[in-house]
């Protein structure tokens, strides 16, 4: 079956250091991979995706994302956290099927204390 | 300019009852979607319409019906609420019906059935 994991339900980080929200995923043939970030009482914004070439995948904000193959993991990074990146962070993935259909996964929540 | 607006944004009722939610987008889009977020943040996708027709119909109730009387439009129904309706509502666009595009959401409606 195709998936999408988010293993931590919650990611603490002090203002300034580095963060890291993980993904891995579980489809047939080449993922589409997204993530995207949802603020209190919000939809979700689109923060950056991966299609093809370069594993780093640079995005909104100063967020970047890895996409490593072997490892079927696409982990979102940030090198210096603020603490209104504070929000709920979701990995996708799509073209489930050869379908427009994405996958998402069970959120993370991020929390940079100052 | 709100690129994809939902009406209303908060929506109580009682059980049995039927209501509607809007979606407008003013992007241009050709595909359109309708999510449920649970109470624990889980997304999961109910629809979507590309350029006015029904692509993906997931393993959702009869009791909700979805309508697109043009592009830029998407509407849901819900007939007979239940409790287990309570939920947020997002609805999203895209430009295409193809795997890599990205979906740009709406606010959300929050629907409480008593």
């Known amino acids: 079956a195709q998936s999408v994991a988010q293993p931590e339900d919650q990611v603490n980080v002090a203002e300034g250091n580095p963060l890291t929200v993980k993904c891995t995923y579980s489809?047939?043939?080449?993922?589409?991979l997204f993530w995207y970030v949802q603020y209190p009482n919000r939809g979700l914004q689109f923060l950056l995706k991966y299609i093809t070439g370069d594993n780093l995948v640079k995005g909104s904000y100063g967020f970047e994302a890895e996409f490593n193959k072997s490892q079927t993991s696409f982990h979102l990074k940030k090198p210096s956290a603020l603490v209104s990146d504070s929000a709920l962070y979701f990995c996708?993935?799509?073209?489930?099927?050869?379908?427009?259909?994405?996958?998402f996964g069970t959120g993370t929540r991020l929390k940079v204390l100052a | 300019d709100t690129a994809v607006s939902q009406t209303p944004k908060y929506l109580v009722t009682q059980m049995g009852n039927d209501k509607s939610i809007k979606c407008e987008q003013n992007l241009g889009h050709d595909t359109m979607y309708w999510y449920k977020q649970d109470s624990k943040k889980f997304l999961k996708i109910m629809f979507s319409?590309?350029?006015?027709?029904?692509?993906i119909n997931e393993t959702v109730p009869n009791r909700f019906s979805p309508k697109s009387p043009d592009k830029a439009h998407l509407n849901l129904h819900i007939n007979s609420l239940e409790l287990g309706d309570s939920a947020v509502y997002f609805c999203a666009s895209s430009p295409w019906a193809v795997a890599g595009s990205v979906q740009y959401f709406g606010p959300g409606t929050r629907l409480t059935v008593t």
């Open positions: 996708a993935v799509g073209g489930i099927s050869g379908t427009y259909k994405y996958i």
């Open positions: 489809v047939s043939g080449n993922p589409y």
């Open positions: 319409y590309n350029n006015k027709e029904l692509i």
